[in-house]
C-alpha cells in the first residue's frame, strides 16, 4: 500500500474524488514547505521536491507567509547598520 492510499484510507470519503496526483503535490508542497521553515533544506531543494523552480517555490513560501530568510535580532541589527 503507497503512502497516499493509506493516507486516503484515513481521511474523510468526500477527499476520495481527489486525484492522486493533487494529492501527492499538496503532500510534496506540506512537507517542502515544512522542511525549509525549519532550515533543514534549502529553497532549490525544496522546489526540486515539488518539481518547480525556486522562483515558483519563493512565491509559494510567501503565499504561506514563511520568511526567505531568518534573521536573528542580532544579524538584522548588523545588517540595518551595514545600509
Not at 525549519?38 to 529553497?43: K, N, P, V
Amino acid at each position: 500500500m503507497t503512502f497516499v492510499e493509506a493516507l486516503k484510507s484515513k481521511v474523510p470519503k468526500i477527499t476520495l474524488h481527489t486525484k492522486e496526483e493533487i494529492i501527492e503535490r499538496e503532500i510534496a508542497e506540506r512537507v517542502s514547505l515544512y522542511l525549509y521553515s525549519q532550515g533543514q533544506i534549502s529553497s532549490g531543494t525544496a522546489a526540486n521536491i515539488i518539481g518547480i523552480s525556486r522562483v515558483e517555490f519563493l512565491q509559494l513560501a510567501g503565499k504561506e507567509k514563511i520568511p526567505m530568510f531568518e534573521f536573528s535580532k542580532e544579524e538584522l541589527e548588523h545588517e540595518l547598520k551595514e545600509i
